[in-house]
């Protein structure tokens, strides 16, 4: 089979094709900040240097895609919430002075404007410039930052809004909810204006959090009505939730997204076999160990693992959640060797038969 780029490579998995080999998308904005020798606080105000880190360290390692992250408080802080900022670390919010003292104040906040409100305009500026440096030949995905359950999270802050899960009447939660949606569609529809892909992080409402019951009545259907409002067949959609999520990925592949990122917790066969071959999994090598602390054959064999457990179907290769800055950089370079030694078209045939 003839070599393809690394956008073809991609879309062929999300066109249910079998690919020249399996693709490697790493979750690696932290990792791509330290390999031009900074950290993502310093530069996560800077689109030039966050859309350089991104291109240099994909031309280096080969890898098939990136994809523009910088921290999970961008949107709250663009929604009113207060972001504290660090040289060594990614933004986070002030949850001790949170946005929403009660969830009944939701309505009093403004809807944010891509173009104007706090960080937006930056990462879409990323984002269309690494578009204009590798787009034609590299897959992007622009993340949209938190979705609907996570975005109310960081407005109220997280342990207050458990506890509002437990207290508060269900048509108050719901009516932020239906808020807090209309606030990431505004942020996904301008980064797929830019993108090949969007995405949200909806972690909070992880089965490590909060029972599945939870997750089907306050997440899935503002996921759902995300997916329904932005995602087009040209143009897909992404939901990562972090955790083991092995109670619930079939209720994900119910939110009709064409990606679903699988964090290391679970395991990828089992998600294979639980969500239909037309949902496309990304995942889901531990960030932590081995991309940290293992060795480089360790990362090769977690890959072999992955690969072999999924036939190589619609699978992305991928980092399980997002890869520290103190990722070695042999062990980046191990997971894109293990897709071209264990995940080629013909190996990919043979396992499939």
């Known amino acids: 089979m003839n070599e393809m780029t690394s956008l073809q490579r991609v879309r062929a998995v999300l066109n249910g094709e079998t690919p020249d080999r399996v693709p490697v998308i790493p979750q690696g904005f932290m990792f791509c900040a330290a390999n031009i020798g900074t950290k993502i606080g310093r530069i996560n105000r800077d689109p030039k240097k966050m859309a350089e880190s991104q291109v240099l360290t994909q031309q280096q390692?080969?890898?098939?895609?990136?994809?523009?992250?910088?921290?999970?408080?961008?949107?709250?802080?663009?929604?009113?919430?207060?972001?504290?900022?660090?040289?060594?670390?990614?933004?986070?919010?002030d949850e001790e002075h949170p946005a929403l003292m009660d969830l009944s104040e939701i309505d009093n906040l403004e809807l944010p404007d891509p173009n104007r409100s706090g960080r937006l305009p930056e990462w879409l500026e990323t984002t269309q410039r690494i578009m204009d440096a590798v787009g034609d030949h590299v897959f992007v995905m622009g993340r949209a930052d938190q979705g609907p359950f996570d975005l109310l999270c960081l407005l109220r802050g997280a342990q207050e809004f458990m506890m509002d899960l437990l207290t508060e009447e269900p048509e108050v939660i719901l009516h932020a909810m239906e808020w807090t949606t209309k606030a990431h569609i505004i942020f996904a529809n301008a980064m797929l204006k830019i993108a090949h892909a969007t995405s949200m992080g909806d972690s909070y409402a992880s089965p490590n959090l909060v029972s599945p019951a939870t997750y089907e009545k306050y997440a899935l259907p503002f996921e759902q009505q995300?997916?329904?409002?932005?995602?087009?067949?040209?143009?897909?959609?992404?939901?990562?939730?972090?955790?083991?999520?092995?109670?619930i990925i079939d209720k994900m592949a119910l939110t009709g997204s064409k990606i679903l990122e699988v964090d290391w917790q679970m395991d990828m066969g089992e998600a294979r076999a639980a969500v239909p071959d037309n949902v496309v999994l990304m995942g889901n090598i531990d960030p932590s160990d081995p991309l940290v602390q293992g060795t480089p054959e360790d990362v090769d064999r977690k890959a072999k693992y992955i690969i072999e457990k999924t036939a190589g179907r619609g699978l992305i290769l991928s980092s399980g959640c997002a890869m520290g800055a103190n990722t070695p950089p042999e062990n980046v370079a191990?997971?894109?060797?293990?897709?071209?030694?264990?995940?080629?078209?013909?190996?990919?045939?043979?396992?499939?038969?």
Do not use: W
């Open 226 to 247: 995300v997916v329904r409002a932005v995602q087009t067949k040209e143009r897909p959609y992404s939901i990562h939730i972090c955790g083991n999520t092995t109670k």
């Open 334 to 353: 191990a997971m894109v060797a293990a897709a071209k030694k264990y995940g080629t078209y013909e190996q990919l045939l043979r396992m499939r038969r």
């Open 61 to 93: 390692f080969g890898y098939d895609g990136c994809v523009i992250d910088v921290d999970d408080a961008t949107l709250a802080e663009a929604c009113g919430a207060r972001a504290l900022f660090r040289d060594d670390g990614v933004a986070i919010i």
